[in-house]
């Protein structure tokens, strides 16, 4: 069992920076792989990027390749999204989610899901 909890989410001008967390409970996350995942208001749930257990892979969705960063500090149990040149179209409901048998894009390739933290980007 894996319990996920994000922070960091909150308003910023476009351009600017944001860095979200995401921490995690247990003993075993590096034998998770981790993503960040987006809602926007009335669209789909949209992969933002993911990370492998032990931080070597990642994968980012077309959106926001070049601007976001994630990475992954595996000795606190923590993962993170540095967001940069941020733009209006990355104001949404930003989940971390974990899983271990499966890896990329697909939502349903994560068993553990946090509640959310919300990034308004203002133009």
């Known amino acids: 069992q894996v319990q996920l909890v994000e922070s960091g989410g909150g308003l910023v001008q476009a351009g600017g920076s944001l860095r979200l967390s995401c921490a995690a409970s247990?003993?075993?996350?590096?034998?998770?792989?981790m993503a960040w995942f987006r809602r926007a208001p009335g669209k789909d749930r949209e992969f933002v990027g993911g990370?492998?257990?032990?931080?070597?892979?990642?994968d980012y969705g077309h959106s926001v390749k070049g601007r976001f960063t994630i990475s992954r500090d595996n000795a606190k149990n923590m993962m993170y999204l540095q967001m940069n040149s941020v733009e209006p179209e990355d104001t949404a409901v930003y989940y971390c989610?974990?899983?271990?048998?499966?890896?990329?894009?697909?939502?349903?390739?994560?068993?553990?899901w946090g509640p959310g933290t919300q990034v308004t980007v203002s133009s």
């Open positions: 989610a974990a899983g271990r048998a499966g890896w990329g894009p697909a939502a349903s390739s994560y068993d553990y």
């Open positions: 247990g003993r075993t996350f590096s034998t998770y792989n």
């Open positions: 990370i492998s257990g032990s931080g070597g892979i990642t």
